[in-house]
């Protein structure tokens, strides 16, 4: 037989399941929040390495977390639980990720470095020795299109710009040191070109 206490009971289940749903969400909403918290920290303390070291990586936890913010917003706090974990892993993994490659540059940067510093000081004196040479034998004219004037400026020059290389060397900048040198390097091999100096000839730096 119906009656009003059986139609009841439907609305009664339907609206006790709705209060559980939403004591569950409740319940998810502040661990949920803190995982939110806790990746957000872990990347302020990595972005700034992450950025200029593993650029790519950084963005993807960035998109990452921007799509758990989105699920959050919505009050899908159980996408946030558990995908969070993974997105804090992947954020603590930056400052890893971007010591890794820090250390790698380094190294290249050091090692480039020393071959630098090793062969342009000896080119520069190369090409000063060519260019006294040159003026100490008049009878001996250089060839057409030499011009001793304008090898000796832009010696001085590249000479200039080596100091500021071995400079920024020992300021610990390794990175402008050796892009200062590749510069002064580049124009050694202008100034050897014009004076018809190769300077991977055996001997030529003695």
């Keep these: 037989m119906f009656t009003m206490k059986s139609a009841a009971r439907p609305v009664r289940f339907a609206f006790l399941c709705v209060v559980l749903v939403m004591a569950a969400c409740a319940g998810q909403k502040q661990p949920a929040q803190k995982l939110l918290a806790d990746i957000d920290a872990t990347m302020i303390a990595a972005s ?3 950025a ?5 990586q950084l963005q993807d936890v960035q998109i990452r977390l921007s799509e758990l913010k ?3 917003d919505k ?9 969070a974990p993974a997105v804090l892993g992947a954020a603590q993994m930056l400052a890893t990720a971007a010591a890794a490659r820090k250390d790698e540059i380094l190294k290249t940067l050091s090692d480039q470095w020393t071959v630098l510093a090793g062969t342009v000081p000896e080119d520069m004196i190369a090409i000063r020795n060519r260019i006294d040479m040159l003026r100490k034998k008049p009878a001996r ?12 400026s832009s010696l001085d020059e590249a000479g200039s710009l080596w100091s500021k290389a071995q400079a920024a060397f ?10 200062t040198a590749q510069a002064v390097k580049s124009k050694v091999d202008a100034i050897a070109a ?4 190769d300077l991977a000839t055996p001997g030529a730096r003695s």
């Design 48 to 50: 700034a390495e992450a």
């Design 52 to 56: 200029k070291y593993v650029p790519d």
């Design 70 to 72: 989105a699920a959050f």
């Design 75 to 83: 009050q899908d706090y159980a996408t946030v639980l558990d995908r």
């Design 141 to 152: 004219k250089p060839a057409a299109g030499v011009d001793l004037d304008a090898a000796k």
């Design 170 to 179: 020992a300021g610990g900048s390794l990175d402008e040191a050796v892009k």
């Design 194 to 197: 014009a004076l018809m100096l």
